[in-house]
């Protein structure tokens, strides 16, 4: 969380488009913090981009466009939602339509569990650069905390549960492991 990674694919789709190549852009569509269909950051870039549900065939997706337009490369943001058969089918879009596949996402959950997903594209990918952020303490943020409404550490709860900095706090593995969210002063910007 508060990485940069939607920033960083937004940034690499602008990239690609500036050198007249396309991209598909996929978000999960339970994620709808900035709408439905739409990639948003924090610091107030934003585009449009298709959905994918979990019983989605994203290679059949794919390969019905590259029947339509020339893509150059695919980006997916909130990777963590994939099931394993859309990394594979990911994979199968990189290995035999040629096409290059990065995706954007959290690599554990609140209780430190690895999402499906992101336990797929971890034994899958060809390549892995973690986007660093920063817990309170100055380390490097691993882990992330659920908070409720009141601003308390949650260590129960359905593995999925959309929301951002009102929601969640980025922490190193120490400070999760003790659910220590920081000072108060630190914590102002979360509620």
């Known amino acids: 969380m508060n ?5 960083l694919l937004l940034q690499a789709s602008h990239n690609y488009r500036e050198r007249g190549m396309d991209t598909v852009l996929l978000t ?15 610091i107030g870039l934003e585009a449009n981009a298709e959905t994918f549900a979990d019983g ?15 893509i150059n490369c695919v980006l997916v943001d909130e990777a963590q939602f994939l099931n394993a058969e859309q990394v594979w089918q990911l994979c199968r879009v990189a290995d035999r339509l040629g096409i290059p596949v990065m995706c954007y996402g959290l690599r554990t959950d609140f209780q430190g569990k690895l999402f499906p997903g992101s336990a797929e594209l971890l034994a899958l990918a060809d390549t892995l650069r973690e986007i660093r952020t920063i817990c309170w ?4 943020a691993t882990m992330v905390v659920r908070l409720n409404n009141e601003g308390r550490v949650i260590d129960e709860g359905a593995q999925v549960a959309i929301g951002g900095e009102e929601r969640y706090v980025s922490l190193c593995r120490r400070h999760w492991d003790d659910r220590d969210i920081g000072p108060s002063s630190q914590l102002k910007m979360f509620l």
Do not use: F, H, P
């Not at 999960?28 to 924090?42: E, P, W």
């Not at 997706?61 to 590259?66: G, K, Q, Y």
């Not at 303490?137 to 490097?140: L, Q, S």
């Open 3 to 7: 990485a940069g990674k939607s920033t």
């Open 28 to 42: 999960a569509a339970l994620d709808n913090r900035s709408g439905v269909g739409l990639i948003g950051t924090r």
């Open 137 to 140: 303490c100055g380390r490097k």
């Open 56 to 70: 989605d065939n994203l290679y059949d997706r794919i390969e019905a466009t590259v029947g339509e337009r020339q």
